[in-house]
């Protein structure tokens, strides 16, 4: 009986092997210049392979006793699959929808989200402001000696204005601390994102504890009379780096939420719904902290004006508002 089986197996492979190769070959094609740019014969021809493969494989795994030939019958159907009825949209086709459409309108969708997320930054930091003002001590309970670089209540006025319009980072470790506060608040983004699928807890008291330390940073300039100038120091980078972190907060609460209120759907089918628009914040909210990255390198030392920094920090600030509120809307 099995070598019965074995003489049906090796007949029903050697009678179809020339379709299978006809299809790999079409498969191959498709997948190096796209089905729209094969002819519609070809095209044609890989629809109809396809189908009879899918036929021979549901035969083969009822006679054949070749492990290798399911196997591969397997990986060619699914290669073809993907090649007849995958989105034949080129790579740059779906990086302009995501930036003129999917993203902004992701956006609008998910604003009270957002609101929340800088709600949470902005109450963090007015009460790292208060506390600091009540005892300075605070300054570093909020604020890690990785952040803080040498600055804290007993630094002279001198040296705080020193460090905020020096223009070769490199002699007082600048360079090495903007490097060390991006990364910093890239890991902040992340937890803030991923962590909120845990009922929203972890991203409101992340991005909290973020503003507590803006908070106490920035009192610590007004209490020596440099409000305006650390204003202006952190406007460069800081609108578009602590908005991106809110952003990634509102994608980590629109996750949460979608566990804690699922509505007349299943927790996972409302996660998954959620899903869709709160990827869409975080890959947003990467964007802007590689933007900042930039700003926080190059510009905020290379531009000492004052003015020029606000100009510089709000403006892009603008640009981002301009592109969420506009981008993505029908003409009509």
Request: hydrophobic content about 50%; charged content about 15%; glycine content about 10%.
């Amino acid at each position: 009986m099995e070598q019965y089986d074995l003489m049906r197996s090796a007949r029903f492979r050697k009678e179809r092997e020339p379709e299978w190769r006809r299809l790999e070959a079409l498969v191959s094609e498709a997948e190096t210049r796209g089905l729209h740019n094969m002819d519609f014969k070809a095209a044609r021809d890989l629809a109809a392979y396809y189908r009879q493969a899918t036929t021979s494989l549901a035969i083969a795994r009822e006679i054949t006793l070749d492990k290798a030939l399911l196997e591969y019958l397997e990986a060619l159907t699914a290669r073809a699959y993907l090649s007849v009825y995958a989105p034949q949209e080129r790579i740059g086709s779906l990086i302009r929808r995501f930036f003129l459409t999917s993203a902004p309108q992701a956006m609008r969708r998910s604003w009270l989200f957002i609101l929340l997320g800088f709600l949470c930054m902005g109450l963090g930091a007015l009460t790292g402001f208060m506390l600091y003002f009540e005892n300075p001590a605070w300054f570093h309970v909020f604020i890690p000696p990785e952040l803080a670089n040498g600055r804290g209540p007993a630094s002279t006025t001198d040296y705080l204005q020193s460090v905020i319009y020096q223009q070769d980072p490199d002699s007082t470790g600048l360079g090495a601390f903007a490097t060390f506060l991006f990364s910093h608040n890239t890991r902040i983004a992340i937890f803030v994102f991923g962590l909120g699928v845990f009922l929203c807890v972890p991203s409101v008291l992340l991005t909290f504890f973020n503003g507590l330390g803006l908070g106490a940073l920035y009192a610590l300039y007004v209490d020596r009379g440099l409000g305006i100038d650390i204003g202006g120091w952190l406007s460069v980078h800081g609108v578009t780096e602590l908005s991106a972190i809110c952003i990634a907060c509102g994608g980590g609460l629109q996750l949460g939420s979608a566990i804690l209120f699922p509505g007349d759907r299943t927790r996972i089918a409302a996660l998954q719904l959620a899903g869709h628009d709160a990827v869409k914040l975080a890959v947003v909210a990467s964007i802007m902290l590689l933007v900042a990255a930039f700003l926080e390198g190059f510009a905020r030392q290379l531009l000492q004006d004052l003015s020029g920094r606000y100009i510089l920090g709000w403006g892009v600030g603008l640009i981002w508002l301009a592109w969420f509120i506009l981008g993505g809307r029908s003409r009509r």
